[in-house]
């Protein structure tokens, strides 16, 4: 965060040259801000924030946050995601406070792509940033959306159901057209349904919870 107070200057040459001073942030005003999609997290430790000789106020807090998100997985695993991360302050209306973002969407994904190295489910694909006023009991509030698309990486799954799911259906068309006797065929049908079974319990404990909708190779 950045920020200016223009009663908070001083000239460095009167102060041994010194140009910035650290201070913990309850020195001074800071912006109050919400995450709004915010479920739970961690508050950082980090609660110093950097004053320049000019009135500028610079705060580098790092949050580590679950946040919630509506998932579109009908063509799990090939799916891509799209969750959003909005930042307001409801304390102040935009008359008195307005956010604004400081770097470029391309920025933040370059630096985004640079930090973030993880062999995870998810791959961060692209950034989008909205500004708009949240109008709330006739007062207009400024709020910054972030929005992260995301993209499954599908082989885990391709491997533990697709490959498996298949390979037993392609066994039951080959034996129930085949020369075998009904028996034969009935008891094959049997051990086909109680695979069928293992394999809709390990895909049920796989999915996301977090859909309305089941996926293309969840439904029957």
Not at 137 to 157: A, N
Request: hydrophobic share 40%.
């Amino acid at each position: 965060q950045e920020w200016q107070n223009p009663f908070v200057t001083w000239d460095p040459r009167d102060f041994c040259n010194i140009s910035e001073i650290v201070l913990p942030m309850d020195t001074y005003w800071s912006p109050p801000i919400f995450i709004l999609e915010r479920v739970s997290g961690q508050n950082p430790e980090l609660n110093y924030m950097v004053l320049m000789h000019n009135g500028s106020f610079n705060s580098t807090r790092p949050y580590q946050i679950t946040l919630t998100c509506s998932l579109i997985i009908f063509k799990f695993p090939f799916d891509t995601q799209m969750c959003n991360l909005s930042i307001a302050s409801f304390l102040y209306p935009v008359t008195d406070f307005v956010m604004k973002t400081r770097r470029t969407p391309a920025e933040i994904i370059k630096d985004s792509k640079n930090l973030i190295l993880t062999d995870g489910e998810w791959k961060f694909t692209n950034l989008s940033i909205i500004e708009f006023t949240e109008m709330m009991d006739d007062k207009g509030f400024s709020v910054v959306t972030y929005v992260i698309s995301m993209e499954r990486r599908p082989t885990l799954y391709i491997l533990n159901l697709i490959l498996p799911t298949c390979a037993l259906y392609l066994l039951d068309m080959a034996v129930l057209f085949g020369p075998s006797s009904l028996e034969e065929k009935i008891n094959f049908q049997i051990a086909i349904i109680l695979g069928s079974s293992m394999l809709a319990v390990i895909l049920n404990n796989s999915l996301p919870t977090s859909s309305n909708k089941p996926p293309i190779i969840g439904t029957h």
